[in-house]
């Protein structure tokens, strides 16, 4: 069973920056999965942000980040990281990491294994 913590979730202004991680352990090799930001406010769908390939060569980021948001990952360390910039109020959410055995996707039906989720919260 694969495990995923996220970490790095703040208060900041908008405009603000915020570097968020997610540290995996168990199941297979880090290196299977393909991995997935996703975002949820109250009471909304949980929405993909940005995924990446399973050897990191393919990303996909949702329209409203692209330009500001920077994902990677590390699977030597079992790492996946969002890099977020210029950061907006309506970027506010819980943010989760998603680990999945399929295709790379920004919709979440598609990931296996999720975090707990870290706050991101953007006041104006």
């Known amino acids: 069973q694969l495990s995923l913590v996220e970490s790095g979730g703040g208060s900041v202004q908008s405009g603000g920056s915020l570097r968020l991680s997610c540290v995996a352990s168990g199941g297979y090799t880090y290196a299977r999965y393909c991995m997935g930001w996703f975002r949820q406010a109250p009471g909304k769908d949980r929405l993909g942000v940005a995924t990446i390939t399973r050897d990191g060569g393919g990303i996909v980021y949702a329209d409203s980040v692209k330009g500001r948001f920077t994902i990677d990952r590390d699977n030597a360390k079992k790492m996946l990281y969002l890099q977020m910039h210029m950061l907006k109020p309506e970027d506010t959410g819980m943010y989760y990491c998603?680990?999945?055995?399929?295709?790379?996707?920004?919709?979440?039906?598609?990931?296996?294994?999720w975090g707990q989720g870290t706050q991101v919260t953007v006041s104006s």
């Open positions: 998603g680990a999945g055995y399929g295709e790379t996707s920004l919709k979440a039906d598609v990931y296996n294994y």
